[in-house]
């Protein structure tokens, strides 16, 4: 129950910190991401603190592979946040539900996983859903793209943050078997804090005090929710926990329509639900085949 609670929890955060970035306004993704990972450093060390695991919580035996998942890092929550901010909050968030089925597949063409036809069944019938949700922003293109609706750019960076983020999901898999989960969250936020200043000679954009404050508070948010993400998967089996992820496509919608007006389409609701059933049969059937899967999804990056 207690890592039940956690992963609700950091559920409901995660989408706080989404709804305090898309609310900032359209501000490059750079800027975005640098306030999202400078922020969430201060909760990891603390975390780190309180843990005892501070003086020993920086040492590594993998730099190279930190480097590289930092660069995965930055990449995929650049176009998350792109999406993020061009997309409705609840197809935004049902979009990111396609890096479950993708790790699927960059498991068995990289990692050599064995996936069998069941599981294959259920990424083509997620695939299926993936498909219904951007069709209507994709069709645009076919029918006149009207520059001034990035919409459909918006989806196809959501998606695209969704193959980096699998990547990362691969790396991050072999990390974990050498590597503190609270190092690998530490370091990908430095790295993606000092990566995203490489973007201010491109422009960044005026804030107020007030995009300011949701800016900070959703890297804090952020942090705390990762840390909170982790602790879920160590208490209790990943099979347990993580079909509750999807719970965040009912706080979404409630949030997006609240918060900004957003009323979701038939389709949107329609291709969601798939990806939704497809994630959770491919979580049951891992748990019926033993894979381990907690660690990595504990500590890969939300947008």
């Known amino acids: 129950m207690l890592g039940i609670g956690l992963k609700v929890l950091s559920v409901g955060l995660f989408l706080i910190m989404a709804t305090l970035v898309k609310a900032s306004g359209p501000l490059p993704p750079g800027q975005l991401v640098f306030f999202r990972s400078l922020f969430a450093v201060p909760p990891i060390l603390v975390f780190l603190w309180w843990s005892g695991a501070l003086r ?8 190279g592979a930190h480097l590289l998942r930092g660069f995965f890092n930055v990449a995929g929550m650049m176009c998350g946040f792109y ?34 036809i069941y599981r294959w069944s259920a990424v083509l019938f997620g695939f299926v859903g993936v498909a219904i949700i951007m069709w209507p922003r994709l069709s645009v293109f076919s029918s006149g793209f009207d520059a001034g609706d990035l ?16 990547t990362a999901s691969l790396l991050v898999r072999t990390m974990v078997k050498t590597e503190r989960s609270g190092t690998i969250v530490f370091y990908a936020a430095v790295f993606s804090t000092l990566a995203s200043l490489l973007t201010l000679p491109f422009g960044w954009g005026v804030m107020n005090w007030q995009q300011i404050a949701m800016l900070i508070g959703s890297g804090l948010i952020g942090g705390i929710a990762q840390i909170l993400l982790t602790e879920a998967f160590r208490n209790a089996d990943v099979s347990v926990i993580a079909p509750f992820e999807y719970a965040s496509l009912i706080f979404s919608i409630a949030i997006g329509y609240v918060i900004f007006g957003d009323v979701p389409t038939v389709t949107m609701l329609i291709g969601s639900l798939i990806v939704v059933a497809a994630g959770i049969i491919i979580i049951l059937r891992e748990h019926r085949l033993g894979l381990e899967r907690g660690q990595a ?3 890969n990056p939300r947008f």
Do not use: C, N, Q, W
Request: no cysteine.
């Open 56 to 63: 020993d919580g920086f040492g590594t035996k993998r730099p």
């Open 297 to 299: 999804r504990a500590v």
């Open 151 to 166: 919409a459909a750019f918006g989806a196809l960076a959501s998606l695209m943050g969704a193959v980096i983020g699998a």
């Open 83 to 116: 999406g993020l901010t061009h997309l409705p909050l609840p197809e935004a968030v049902a979009l990111g539900y396609t890096m479950p089925l993708l790790t699927v597949v960059f498991g068995a063409l990289f990692l050599k996983e064995v996936v069998r």
